[in-house]
């Protein structure tokens, strides 16, 4: 065999050799190598409370999951179990095994305040009633307050804000918050009068109101308002808003305080002056013209006692004045004048009140 011959079979089994090689490390007849993957299960308890993300899945080995537990309306994420124990709401999980975990939620705690109620002299609140009240955060609560006979239900007051209608004795409020809320309530009286002089030289009036006529009218108070006068025998008890006032019906008109701009004066006057004496006065400053257009300057009334045992003290009463313990020099006075004409005359009426109630 010739030196040539011999050395390309040598290079030929070499070559033979490392492909064998190359097969035997290879193995190129298995295909590739497969991967490991793992499965990653979720629930919820109880069911219906909160959700899972993601909700599960196969995942290679290796693999780090990062999974969320969402709690619905009403409840809070309480902690993992199953093969996770952890108490936070995210955690990553590396999928090396088999995994299935469980999200458990509780009810989320229902905030709760209290509801305090009271009412002012001449009425209470029947529902729900006076007192401390204790509800969850949210709830409508019903509202009704009732006044007592004499007595006008006025508004709320306090912690108003989420009250339907202040202004309305019927009304709701949602509760929000720690709420301490009032009813309050003013006293009305009714008066009877008769008319016993008509001043009306430019005949303001038509000739609408004549002596003799009877007149009605109803007067409103607060009474918790304050005294503004500093003397010990005099009690000024000036209002500034509506309902209090005075409306008289005569003759088909209507004096009435302005309950957009009410001024309205009581003065409980006791055992004043050098000769002591008792008065009892209302006067309503700001009114609504006539139907006619006629200004009202005045609406007043006036009782006198020069006895002074009309009345034991100066503070505002509750009650209507008992009129035969009262002399009506002044009576129930309506003045005003014609608005084109300021200079010309006014006109003017006196009543003797009959009765109160």
Request: charged content about 15%; hydrophobic content about 35%; proline content about 6%.
């Amino acid at each position: 065999m010739s030196r040539n011959k011999l050395a390309g079979i040598i290079v030929v089994c070499t070559i033979v050799i490392v492909v064998a090689i190359v097969l035997v490390v290879l193995k190129p007849w298995e295909g590739p190598a497969s991967t490991q993957t793992y499965t990653l299960t979720t629930a919820v308890n109880p069911p219906g409370t909160g959700s899972v993300s993601p909700s599960g899945g196969q995942y290679e080995s290796g693999v780090q999951v990062t999974v969320t537990a969402t709690p619905a309306s009403g409840y809070t994420f309480d902690y993992w179990s199953g093969s996770a124990s952890e108490t936070s709401p995210t955690i990553s999980i590396t999928m090396n095994d088999d995994y299935s975990i469980t999200a458990n939620f509780a009810a989320a705690p229902v905030d709760r305040h209290d509801l305090t109620i009271s009412s002012t002299e001449g009425g209470s609140v029947t529902i729900p009633g006076e007192g401390t009240f204790t509800y969850d955060a949210g709830t409508v609560v019903d509202l009704v307050a009732e006044a007592e006979e004499g007595y006008q239900f006025v508004n709320w007051t306090g912690d108003v804000g989420t009250i339907d209608d202040v202004n309305d004795a019927t009304t709701t409020v949602t509760i929000n918050g720690e709420y301490t809320i009032t009813a309050n309530f003013v006293v009305t009286i009714n008066i009877t009068a008769q008319v016993e002089t008509v001043d009306d030289p430019d005949n303001i009036l038509g000739g609408a109101i004549n002596v003799g006529d009877i007149i009605t009218g109803t007067y409103t108070y607060n009474p918790a308002t304050t005294d503004s006068n500093a003397l010990p025998t005099v009690g000024d008890y000036r209002h500034t808003s509506s309902p209090c006032g005075i409306t008289v019906n005569a003759g088909g008109f209507v004096f009435q305080t302005d309950p957009g701009n009410v001024d309205f004066l009581v003065e409980i006057v006791n055992d004043h002056g050098t000769t002591a004496r008792d008065n009892y006065l209302l006067r309503s400053y700001n009114n609504l013209p006539l139907a006619n257009g006629a200004l009202v300057e005045h609406i007043a009334w006036q009782l006198d006692d020069p006895t002074a045992t009309a009345i034991s003290s100066e503070a505002l009463p509750t009650t209507p004045p008992i009129l035969t313990h009262w002399e009506s020099t002044f009576g129930l006075t309506l003045r005003g004048h014609d608005p084109d004409d300021p200079m010309g005359s006014d006109y003017f009426v006196r009543a003797h009140v009959t009765a109160v109630e």
